[in-house]
């Protein structure tokens, strides 16, 4: 991989191991990725890494149809839905998606996010919805839903998918990283409570 993209692959790995450490990806699934600033490209996880593993060689930079144009493993199978999001939405800079266990266990019997702290409900904006896309990986079919709930709702940075996980999008890869943390946390206490 190009020294080019030095600087995001360092994010891109300290937000990797972060989640595992943290219990929130374990094994080899689980998706981020990372808008290279200014171009029509993103620095992706490959496929079959864990999070853990992520690093110069375990990382692609493809367009955002998903065609690799730097490293040389095959970018993970969420890539094309992180193509879509970053070609929509301008500000978007990077996305986490992970298997967390509190939020998928919520997204499994509720269709949103109760904001059971006032905290969560202020920063993801009061609205964090559950899509049913039926599959290990988002197909193409629900795109446009996706894009369409966060057209209609400006302030969405964020939302579950029921039996796989959560999605979270920042304007850079340490605001993705909270608002996923956050979104943990407040599946948790809405469980708990
Ligand atoms: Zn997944």
Not at 4 to 27: C, D, P, V
Not at 31 to 49: C, F, P, W
Not at 74 to 96: C, D, N, V
Request: proline residues 4%; charged residues 25%.
């Amino acid at each position: 991989m190009d020294f080019e993209y030095e600087q995001e692959i360092k994010e891109l790995s300290q937000a990797a191991k972060r989640f595992y450490r943290q219990g929130y990806q374990m094994s080899n699934g689980g998706n981020l990725s990372i808008r290279i600033a200014g171009r029509e490209l993103m620095l992706v996880k490959a496929t079959d890494v864990a999070f853990d593993e992520v690093g110069r060689e375990t990382a692609v930079v493809t367009d955002f149809d998903g065609n690799v144009v730097a490293g040389d493993k095959k970018p993970s199978k969420e890539a094309l839905l992180h193509g879509a999001l970053y070609r929509t939405f301008p500000q978007i800079g990077a996305i986490m998606h992970c298997h967390s266990p509190y939020a998928t266990a919520w997204a499994a019997a509720h269709d949103q996010l109760d904001f059971a702290t006032h905290h969560s409900r202020m920063k993801l904006h009061g609205y964090v919805p559950v899509f049913d896309t039926h599959s290990y990986a988002v197909p193409k079919e629900y795109f446009p839903h996706i894009l369409k709930e966060l057209a209609e709702h400006p302030g969405m940075c964020g939302f579950l998918l029921r039996a796989h996980g959560q999605v979270t999008m920042g304007r850079d890869m340490r605001e993705a990283v909270y608002l996923a943390e956050l979104v943990e946390e407040t599946a948790q206490i809405a469980i708990l409570s």
